[in-house]
Every structure is written in C-alpha cells, then in structure tokens.
C-alpha cells in the first residue's frame, strides 16, 4: 500500500510550536521531493514547504520563512515540518504530498503532486 500518513497537529496557542510529521510508507523516499500544504477554511490549498528527495534544497512559502523548518530523515521514511511562532493565519488542514519530478512541489502548486496524505488540522488560537 502507498500511503502518506500526516501526525502532530492540533491546538496551539499563538506564539507555540508544533512538529509535524509524514510517514511515508509503499515506496521509496529518496525518489520524491516532499511538500507541505495546508487549506485555510474557505480558501485554496496553498504550498508552505518543499524538500528535495535527498534534502538538499528547501523552499518556503514567503508566509513562513524564519518561522518553519522542513526537514527529511529517509531511512526512516518520514519528512518533519517544525512550525515555532505559530499565528492564527497558520490555522488549516496540513497535507504532505509526494511530487515525483519536483516541479509542483518547489513552486508550491497542487498540480501534479503524485500523492497526498489525508492531512492534520492545525488550530492556531487563543
């Protein structure tokens, strides 16, 4: 089975942190770039982070730089997203997706990402 398996979200109030974490299970890590997206209620799923296959080259959202670290441990099949000074506006669905070729991932579009996890909601509030 080919899965993406999204952990660690939940209630944080502004200001605190969260470890994100996708497990990544039926294929091979290193062969895919891996991106982070969340969805907003009411708004377009949008891309926060993106990592190489083998971790060499990251991206962020302009909406997260300084704030969130991406980072990938492939023997253990499992790409990290550490979210510290959390605002409300990082509030929504978090989604991993595995992007074979990298293209979607690096420039943060949905498109043609090849495989997503069913996503963690994270609440960031008061």
């Known amino acids: 089975q080919l899965q993406l398996v999204e952990s660690g979200g939940g209630l944080v109030q502004p200001g605190g942190s969260l470890r994100l974490s996708c497990g990544v299970s039926?294929?091979?890590?290193?062969?895919?770039?891996i991106g982070w997206f969340r969805q907003a209620p009411g708004k377009e799923r949008e891309g926060v982070s993106c990592i190489s296959n083998r971790g060499g080259s990251t991206t962020y959202a302009d909406s997260v730089k300084g704030r969130f670290t991406i980072s990938r441990d492939n023997a253990k099949n499992t790409v990290y997203l550490q979210m510290n000074s959390l605002k409300p506006e990082d509030t929504g669905v978090y989604y991993c997706g595995a992007d074979f070729y990298g293209s979607s991932c690096v420039r943060g579009v949905s498109s043609g990402i090849d495989l997503w996890g069913k996503g963690t909601l994270v609440t960031v509030s008061s």
């Open positions: 039926g294929f091979t890590l290193d062969r895919y770039s």
